[in-house]
């Protein structure tokens, strides 16, 4: 068995989606002055790896503390898109995953994640067609991930979101290392805090190869 990290690092002055709070980790306490060690963390919800559910954008829709954990452990499969540029991602690119059963999370690789921590890491990334979302929503996933950050290219209608969450689907966005992973049959985690009406939250995200 072989646990991939999936995960950025969480640290002070990271770079967040613009117009969120700003990370801090600030150590309080300290082993060789207080005897232990304690931290305190101040982020948004959306900050680093980070996963969305359907309250991000619908006020009736169920919080984090009312989801079970089996919504975010299923078997994977990773979707290289990492060839597709100056378009969306479409449903054709995608179209092998329709042979694929027992999935539970399509993972989309673009090879973004190599900006990450830069200016422009939240600008012109790649993102996805409402055709290629509407084609995943009918898959019986339990979510999408991709190595950027929204499946929603620029706007504020995030029709992406409204199609993936229109099928009770979570979005798990700035993944990395997703080229470490085999295609497919690998178990996916990207556990949350239960967080009480939370509509999401930084995540460990894991592929477990075996």
Not at 62 to 85: E, I, K
Not at 114 to 126: K, L, M, N, V
Not at 174 to 191: G, I, K, V, W
Request: aromatic share 8%; glycine share 12%.
């Amino acid at each position: 068995m072989r646990v991939i990290d999936l995960t950025h690092v969480i640290r002070t002055g990271m770079h967040v989606y613009p117009g969120d709070e700003p990370v801090t980790v600030r150590r309080d306490r300290f082993v060789h002055r207080d005897g232990y060690a304690c931290t305190t963390l101040h982020l948004g919800a959306h900050s680093g790896t980070h996963l969305d559910l359907p309250a991000h954008l619908d006020a009736d829709a169920p919080g984090l503390d009312w989801l079970g954990p089996d919504n975010f452990v299923g078997w994977g499969a990773v979707a290289d898109c990492s060839g597709v540029a100056g378009r969306p991602i479409d449903q054709a690119d995608l179209a092998g995953l329709s042979a694929m059963e027992g999935l539970d999370f399509v993972l989309i690789r673009t090879g973004w994640e190599t900006r990450w921590g830069t200016e422009g890491y939240f600008a012109g990334h790649p993102a996805l067609s409402e055709l290629a979302c509407r084609y995943l929503g009918g898959l019986g996933l339990k979510g999408v991930g991709l190595d950027a950050p929204s499946p929603d290219g620029p706007g504020p209608d995030l029709p992406c979101h409204r199609t993936l969450f229109a099928h009770d689907l979570v979005i798990v966005e700035n993944l990395c290392n997703l080229s470490e992973l085999p295609e497919r049959d690998f178990l996916f985690s990207c556990l949350p805090l239960r967080i009480a009406d939370g509509e999401g939250c930084p995540v460990r995200a894991v592929g477990i190869a075996f």
